[in-house]
Structure formats: structure tokens, C-alpha cells
């Protein structure tokens, strides 16, 4: 079963115009970990947060992480063109075996 | 190294023949996992190996899927039988165990059952 839930399922924006996506996951984890997907291709790390830190900030990216709530967000400032992809939220799980769950995605598009 | 290597990248196949796929992981990774998705689904986790050892499979692999990881280097998976419902993307990832780390995905193997 998917750990995380994404929010929106699909978002499109123009080009400029900042995105976030938003992650809820349901079991305690270690970090959580954003990757990139472009169609039909394997997925990309973008960035990962511990869960004993709050924000982290990687280029245009900032990533928050409430544990609280367990939820995390993603925004991308300024986007591109080349940000069009899906975006996934992945939980390294503390129970049980230590892998990366994935959520089901949020696919953007960014218009020119 | 550059990065993680599946082949082939894609498979047509017809229903009930046996597939197998190949990954090929960053050599110093000493964690490999195989995961599916589907279209418009994100990755769903099927096994992993830490070394030659597959520590965890997924209730999803039923008996027709085994995959293998000799010498813990590269790993393989196969699926005997085929069902139309295998078709989907076949994802390797590997990654050097340590506590939080990113896993590093291959381009995956797309397989069309027929």
C-alpha cells in the first residue's frame, strides 16, 4: 500500500510562477525524500529531510517537513518549462524493513 | 560509473512466457531494490537486497516473480508465466546504506504482456 498521498494529483501553472505540492504519509519515518520524474523515465533524487529538521532550501527548491501533522510540502520557485514532470514523496520508514514507500504523485505542468 | 544500469530497456513478450530483467547497481551501493509502476501510479516496492541477502518481499510478488542477487553485484528479476496484468515499468534503485541516504534509480524496463 502507498504511504504517502500527494496533493494536487495534477497542477499546471505558468512559467514564473512558484508550484507546491503537498505529501501526507502515516507511519513514523527517518526522512523523506522528494524525486522528480520525467515521462516514461526513471525517477530523480531532488532532495531529502531528516526528521529532525523542519525546512531545507536546495537551489529553487524548499522542502518543509511538519512530523506533527506528518505532512511535507514542495515548492519550486520560479518555474520552468523543464520542471514539467511528476513529483513523488518517498518516506524511509522506521518500522519495519528500511525502504522508500512512495506516494502516488503530483504531475505538473508548467506552461510557457 | 555511471549510474544504474537496467537492461533491457524495454520487453514485449506474450502472455505466459517467462521474462527477465537485469540491473545493474552503483558498484560501491551495497542496498539494491526492485520496484513497479504503473501509468499514472507511483512506484510501488516489490524487494530488496542488502548484499547478496533479499532482506523483504513484497506481498505484491506472488511465486511467478524471484529475483536474485549473486555475489551482491548485479541483480535480476524474473517472472515466469506472464500475465497481462505484469505490464508496467520495472524499476531498480541502489544505494549505500547509511542512516538517510537517496536511492539511485535506473531507467527502468518497460514490459508489454500480450
Known amino acids: 500500500s502507498q504511504q504517502g498521498e500527494e496533493d494536487p494529483q495534477a497542477l499546471s501553472i505558468q512559467e514564473g510562477e512558484n508550484a507546491t505540492m503537498n505529501c501526507s504519509y502515516k507511519?513514523?519515518?527517518?526522512?523523506l525524500q522528494w524525486y522528480r520524474q520525467n515521462s516514461g523515465r526513471g525517477l530523480v533524487h531532488l532532495i531529502l529531510?531528516?526528521?529532525?529538521?523542519r525546512e531545507k532550501h536546495s537551489g529553487r527548491l524548499r522542502v518543509t517537513l511538519d512530523t506533527s501533522k506528518k505532512s511535507s510540502s514542495l515548492l519550486i520557485t520560479a518555474s520552468r518549462a523543464a520542471d514539467t514532470a511528476s513529483y513523488f514523496c518517498a518516506t524511509d520508514v522506521i518500522q519495519g524493513a528500511q525502504k522508500l514507500v512512495f506516494g502516488q504523485g503530483t504531475r505538473l505542468t508548467i506552461n510557457p | 560509473d555511471t549510474g544504474v544500469s537496467q537492461n533491457p530497456r524495454h520487453k514485449i513478450t506474450k502472455r505466459g512466457q517467462n521474462v527477465t530483467f537485469r540491473c545493474d547497481p552503483i558498484s560501491e551501493h551495497n542496498r539494491l531494490y526492485w520496484y513497479r509502476q504503473t501509468l499514472g501510479q507511483g512506484p510501488e516496492f516489490l524487494t530488496y537486497?542488502?548484499?547478496?541477502?533479499?532482506?523483504?518481499k513484497s506481498r505484491l510478488l506472488s511465486d511467478r516473480f524471484s529475483a536474485e542477487r549473486p555475489k551482491g553485484s548485479f541483480s535480476t528479476l524474473e517472472i515466469q508465466r506472464t500475465e497481462q496484468g505484469d505490464s508496467a515499468m520495472y524499476l531498480c534503485?541502489?544505494?549505500?546504506?547509511?542512516?538517510?541516504?537517496?536511492?539511485?534509480f535506473g531507467q527502468g524496463t518497460r514490459l508489454t504482456v500480450v
Open positions: 537486497f542488502q548484499n547478496e541477502a533479499q532482506l523483504e
Open positions: 529531510i531528516r526528521s529532525n529538521e
Open positions: 507511519t513514523s519515518i527517518n526522512n
Open positions: 534503485a541502489s544505494s549505500w546504506r547509511t542512516e538517510s541516504t537517496e536511492a539511485f
